[in-house]
């Protein structure tokens, strides 16, 4: 088979990485045996630590796993949030009373039941905090 040296150039790169498929690999390999100088460069590469490697062995479904961690931490991030303003709004909820046109009372709700209220609020924070954290790992676990 007669194939361009273009084509072979292009099919280097991905030979030299050892992520050719045989079919490719053998088609490189086949020309290198009837091009000299092409195959001398390579040689030199390969003496310099650019040999060719066999691909490498990646547990076959491991994109899928990837995936679905992701698809499951993306889930939990969300429903952090929802509840981190859930638990977070009714204590922090505001209570106005208004006299004579005038505003004579406000304050936030967790003021007038710190038992029941405190620990929804200690709740939000926690679920807050965990958001943060889990959107950070998100963003740095990626490449």
């Known amino acids: 088979m007669n194939v361009a040296r273009e084509v072979i150039l292009d099919l280097l790169p991905l030979y030299i990485a050892g992520e050719a498929s045989p079919a490719s690999r053998a088609l490189v390999e086949e020309h290198l045996k009837h091009d000299p100088d092409l195959a001398e460069r390579i040689r030199i590469l390969g003496a310099e630590g650019f040999a060719p490697k ?13 995936l679905r961690r992701t698809r499951r931490l993306l889930g939990m991030q969300r429903w952090l949030f929802g509840l981190g303003i859930a638990c977070l709004a009714l204590p922090l909820g505001m209570s106005f009373r208004f006299q004579d046109g005038r ?6 709700l967790v003021s007038d039941s710190p038992s029941l209220l405190g620990p929804l609020l200690l709740l939000g924070v926690a679920c807050w905090i965990a958001y943060f954290w889990l959107r950070r790992r998100l963003r740095t676990s990626v490449g």
């Open 103 to 108: 505003l004579s009372d406000f304050h936030f």
């Open 54 to 66: 066999a691909p490498s062995e990646l547990p076959p479904d491991l994109e899928l796993r990837s």
